[in-house]
């Protein structure tokens, strides 16, 4: 009789230990499977020998919906041009969200293989073709889940992340309402397959795009007195930019502002009428961003105005809007740190430092109550270092696709577990939001 009490107390502990992690190696498993592994694989090659531009996402959009539809999943579509949103589950709270970029480069492939855009012009040169991959390798496993669900899991599958704010676009269309937390990756060639890295806090910057003409008075190069020289202007503005972050920028909280295009003139020995000068600036928090927006058209026009010139900036908000800073919430780093703990071993879960590159998933963090970014490492010992996303030689591990797929559908899986454990310990189950 001792035995078998001894044997259902371990039975029990075994079940709670199993449920608190809603056996999360048990998907990565499923994910690597021979027949789960090619379909995975052969998605992600079909959309990158199809590569489309944001919000010309038509037949990416189609694949997506094919794929779905074979599986049962209801979704909505379309949602900002080309953008599906799916649902898995009861229909009702709570609701956590998986997010996806759906959009290519305009970029010629320079890597001759087997599934080369066959777009000239166009390439998958950021890893949007895996990410799709592994969110529909995320649906398929909650889909076959599907009992275990205790909400719902929404698939967002977004557009032009690609400068063209397709992530504010879907949240102006309503696709996260009532949604409490959300995830995004991506794939990253500096870390391991079979590792994922993240951070709590900030991790990836806000960004903005200037631009400004500066108008002077052209003439004889061999008279400059008879002129009001713009390149003399421009450059002193150049340099002035800089040491908004050598001398006005606090030097713990990281910046950036950098001058990439000048254009003016075309002639050895003529002074040109007006210069047009143009780049990027970086922040982690929304305070120093709009500060340095304030301050780059500060100096540009003052600088300018001391050379006799004038000068009008234009921050391009219509076609580039402002990517605020991409920050993790850290109540969700713990639940990653503990999620991924169970995938791919304590050992194999990184710690991510931040980087001045943006990312419209930052946008979500305005519409959900909290947000977390993680990466999927793809680099094999033997590998040299992967080319570094939006380069024409930029390549895909697939070996990284299970762990993507299996970490997505895990983190929802145990995201709604916890939360109604939570609910329930505190008597709210019936107070969260309504059906979708």
């Known amino acids: 009789m001792d035995f078998f009490k001894h044997l259902s107390l371990l039975l029990f502990v075994f079940s709670i230990l199993f449920d608190s992690t809603n056996g999360s190696s048990v998907l990565l498993e499923r994910a690597k499977e021979s027949e789960f592994m090619d379909w995975m694989v052969g998605i992600r090659r079909r959309l990158h020998e199809n590569p489309e531009l944001g919000y010309e996402e038509f037949e990416t959009s189609k694949l997506i919906r094919k794929e779905l539809d074979s599986m049962g999943i209801e979704y909505k579509y379309p949602i900002a041009v080309t953008g599906i949103v799916g649902f898995i589950g009861t229909g009702k709270a709570p609701f956590v969200g998986l997010r996806t970029d759906m959009d290519a480069l305009p970029i010629q492939e320079s890597v001759e293989w087997e599934h080369k855009s066959k777009v000239p012009g166009k390439m998958h040169a950021c890893g949007h073709d895996a990410h799709v991959a592994m969110l529909l390798g995320a649906a398929k496993i909650l889909q076959e889940h599907k009992s275990d669900i205790q909400g719902t899991v929404v698939l967002i599958f977004q557009p032009a992340e690609e400068g063209g704010g397709g992530a504010k676009r879907m949240i102006d269309e309503g696709a996260v309402q009532n949604i ?166 304590p050992t194999n879960v990184r710690e991510k430092p931040p980087v001045m590159g943006a990312e419209d998933f930052a946008f979500f963090s305005d519409a959900v109550p909290a947000t977390y970014y993680y990466f999927v490492g793809m680099a094999t010992d033997t590998d040299k270092l992967y080319p570094k996303a939006h380069s024409p030689f930029f390549t895909i591990n697939e070996a990284a696709l299970p762990y993507g797929a299996a970490s997505h559908a895990s983190l929802a899986l145990n995201y709604l577990s916890e939360f109604r454990k939570n609910l329930s310990n505190r008597g709210n189950v019936d107070e969260a939001h309504d059906e979708l």
């Open 180 to 345: 409490d937390a959300i995830f995004g990756c991506h794939i990253a060639g500096e870390f391991p397959v079979g590792t994922v890295a993240s951070r709590p806090g900030p991790i990836m910057a806000g960004s903005g795009f200037f631009e400004a003409v500066i108008t002077g008075k052209g003439g004889h190069a061999a008279i400059p007195q008879h002129t009001i020289d713009p390149i003399i202007a421009a450059s002193n503005v150049i340099v002035s930019l800089q040491h908004l972050i050598s001398r006005e920028a606090d030097p713990l909280d990281s910046q950036v502002v950098t001058v990439a295009k000048f254009q003016g003139g075309g002639a050895f020995n003529v002074i040109p009428d007006s210069v047009t000068i143009g780049g990027t600036f970086r922040a982690f928090s929304k305070e120093s961003f709009m500060q340095l927006r304030q301050r780059i058209e500060e100096v540009i026009v003052r600088q300018a105005s001391v050379q006799r010139c004038n000068a009008t900036v234009d921050f391009l908000t219509d076609i580039h809007p402002f990517f605020p800073p991409t920050i993790n919430n850290p109540s969700l780093h713990e639940h990653f740190e503990k999620v991924a703990s169970d995938i791919v071993g």
